[in-house]
């Protein structure tokens, strides 16, 4: 796999991802995307679209987000697909305290990352339009 900056057809193939629910809350739905410019495209060897990473620099932390491919989820790669991000995003924003939030329903995702090192540091709630409010674990892995 190799990563590279997101371009418009990266955003393109992600938006035409469909997750079955309760995971078809990460569906793009074609909204347009804030901040392109920190987003990552994971391709396969042979061109195809495998997932996205997002790094923010917030402060003394960097935020992470991330998505895998609808069909490559539940088989056992998304640990090392974190892990990979993880590796990627150090040499550009250095070793510091990297940050998430993911959705409280999603316990696979939530059980990788604490397989990949991050700690439950809160939760909160947020109101989603065809979704209503929707909790989250906002998670961390020390620098």
């Known amino acids: 796999m190799r990563i590279e900056p997101a371009d418009d057809a ?55 987000g991330l998505g895998l491919r609808p069909d490559l989820t539940g088989r056992g790669l998304g640990e090392r697909f974190v892990r990979a991000g993880l590796a990627f995003a150090e040499p550009i924003h250095g070793r510091r305290r990297v940050v998430l939030h993911v959705a409280a329903f999603n316990e696979r995702a939530v059980r990788v990352y604490r397989r990949a090192g991050f700690v439950e540091t809160g939760r909160h709630s947020e109101a989603f339009d065809g979704y209503g409010p929707v909790e989250f674990v906002d998670m961390e892995k020390p620098g």
Not at 29 to 41: I, R, S, Y
């Open 10 to 64: 990266m955003f393109r193939e992600r938006d035409a991802w469909r997750y079955d629910p309760p995971y078809d809350f990460y569906d793009s739905d074609g909204l347009p995307v804030k901040n392109p410019e920190l987003f990552f495209a994971v391709r396969e060897e042979r061109g195809g679209l495998a997932g996205f990473y997002f790094f923010e620099p917030c402060g003394d932390a960097l935020f992470y």
